[in-house]
């Protein structure tokens, strides 16, 4: 912000220059449902932001918010999830201001394994 003073007989100072810092935290990223099929985390944050992911693992991972705030983040694909895990998101804003915490439970989509049956025959009374 730039300020100068006038007086009553219209002589102007010179300029002040005041920098304005912002300590404003972003919102809380949302967060699309991430499953246990899932490839990416997706979602929308602050424009320009960087998105911080945690895994259950700890492991962390990030992205930047494009210009209309979403953010998609690969997982790797040596992370393997069951279901019921949680994902924590934050973001970052370009001045360092952290936003609060998402928290994503993965949901389990993974269908069971097939189950192994034993031959049927006309002379079966089981099926194991």
Known sequence: IKITSTDASGNKSDEAIVEVKDTTPPAAPTVSEVTSESTQVT???????????????????????????????????NKKFNGGESIKITSTDASGNKSDEAVVEVKDTTPPAAPTVSEVTSESTQVT
């Open 43 to 77: 979602g929308t944050g602050e424009p320009g932001s960087t998105v911080k992911v945690e895994l259950p693992d700890g492991t962390e991972l990030t992205g930047v918010a494009d210009d209309q705030g979403n953010y998609t983040i690969d997982l790797p694909s």
